[in-house]
């Protein structure tokens, strides 16, 4: 589970949810030693390193890399990272501090060849989502990862949360029976968006950028894989975007014949209470598990009515978890296999929604 405090976890529980969080504690993690870590850029979820030094006090974040002064603030602010030394390049970080590992949070198309230049220095490496944004560039870091015998995991938060975790649970409880169809939706507000995300060259597409949540938690939650997969994608209303999408759809042909869709937007309303809207829904053989957003985990089947599952199991952060694989030798909650399996399908829905074609993964 990510931290119950964070931010992210509070956004997505509402009122009553947040209560419910904030009355649990994590399961905490301890290092046998102190772990330097260095922080690259400031654009993604970099908080998933500084919530999880609540839990695991070894965790030291030394150094941030970031071009942007307005950033500065941001690292003078935050306790956790009061102490790390500023760079403006994240090379000339990499070239002076003695780091065990890195969180890389820089923009979308940097991931890969920032991810290349950290396995090179071997240090682990948990990189913000998408991790590559081409397939050309996802088999360069398949290949220095191998080469180097890199460590490596991505910012995908999400499958450490107790509502997901417990759709796990009931899926392999056998309560929904065979997975058959699969449904799931992330809705955000637009916000202010920096430049580089209206560019292809620097975004990569909205598909990538926001779709690695849903595809992993459907993937996970009901034990099912993509086969191949069909979308479509647009950006419709807002001509200022640019190259980025505000609207998508992508289905899928699951391995068991079965279907899976998700759509995803960035036209939700300035006025709603919460910044997203996320639902996930696994319907099976024997009956439907679902979660939005501000509510409860929900279970029909054929012997039980709908009611609400209050067993919510904890996990701790995915960053102390990441290390405590590492140094502990603990199996991490992410294997490489499924950050590699979430990005290939990532690459190959987007190449569905830009060639109008039917895509086999």
């Given at each position: 589970m990510t931290s119950p405090w964070t931010r992210r976890a509070l956004l997505q529980a509402g009122a009553a949810g947040?209560?419910?969080?904030?009355?649990?504690?994590?399961?905490?993690?301890?290092?046998?030693?102190?772990?330097r870590v260095g922080i690259i850029g400031l654009d993604g979820h970099f908080g998933e390193v500084t919530d999880a030094v609540k839990v695991t006090p070894e965790i030291q974040v030394v150094a941030v890399a970031t071009a942007k002064e307005s950033d500065r603030p941001r690292v003078a602010s935050n306790p956790a990272l009061a102490g790390a030394k500023l760079y403006d390049d994240y090379r000339r970080l990499l070239d002076a501090e003695k780091l065990d590992a890195v969180c890389i949070c820089n923009e979308n198309a940097d991931h890969?060849?920032?991810?290349?230049?950290?396995?090179?220095?071997?240090?682990?490496?948990?990189?913000?989502?998408?991790?590559?944004i081409s397939l050309d560039e996802l088999d360069a870091v398949k290949k220095a990862v191998a080469r180097y015998g890199t460590r490596l995991t991505m910012l995908l938060p999400m499958r450490f949360e107790p509502p997901y975790l417990a759709m796990r649970a009931l899926v392999e409880a056998g309560e929904i029976g065979e997975p058959v169809a699969l449904g799931a939706q992330k809705s955000y507000k637009l916000g202010s968006r920096p430049q580089w995300m209206r560019r292809r060259a620097s975004y990569?597409?909205?598909?990538?950028?926001?779709?690695?949540?849903?595809?992993?938690?459907?993937?996970?939650?009901?034990?099912?894989?993509f086969v191949e997969t069909a979308a479509f994608q647009s950006t419709t209303g807002f001509p200022a975007?640019?190259?980025?999408?505000?609207?998508?759809?992508?289905i899928f042909r699951l391995d068991n014949r079965g279907t899976a869709d998700l759509r995803?937007?960035?036209?939700?309303?300035?006025?709603?209470?919460?910044?997203?809207?996320?639902?996930?829904?696994?319907?099976?053989?024997?009956?439907?598990?679902?979660?939005?957003?501000?509510?409860?985990?929900?279970?029909?089947?054929?012997?039980?009515?709908?009611?609400?599952?209050?067993?919510?199991p904890q996990h701790s952060p995915l960053f102390a978890d990441f290390l405590d694989s590492i140094y502990n030798g603990r199996k991490h909650h992410l294997p490489l296999a499924d950050v590699y399996r979430v990005s290939e399908i990532l690459l190959r829905a987007r190449e569905a929604a830009e060639t109008g074609r039917v895509v086999k993964m």
């Open positions: 947040a209560a419910r969080l904030l009355a649990a504690e994590p399961p905490r993690v301890k290092l046998p030693r102190a772990v890969a060849a920032t991810t290349i230049a950290c396995a090179e220095r071997r240090l682990a490496v948990a990189c913000e989502k998408p991790l590559a990569g597409g909205t598909i990538p950028f926001i779709g690695a949540h849903m595809i992993d938690l459907m993937r996970w939650t009901s034990g099912r894989d975007l640019g190259d980025m999408e505000n609207n998508t759809a992508i995803m937007d960035f036209l939700r309303p300035e006025t709603a209470p919460t910044h997203g809207d996320d639902l996930l829904r696994l319907a099976g053989t024997k009956g439907v598990a679902e979660f939005r957003e501000g509510g409860d985990v929900t279970l029909i089947t054929a012997s039980q009515k709908l009611h609400r599952v209050t067993d919510l």
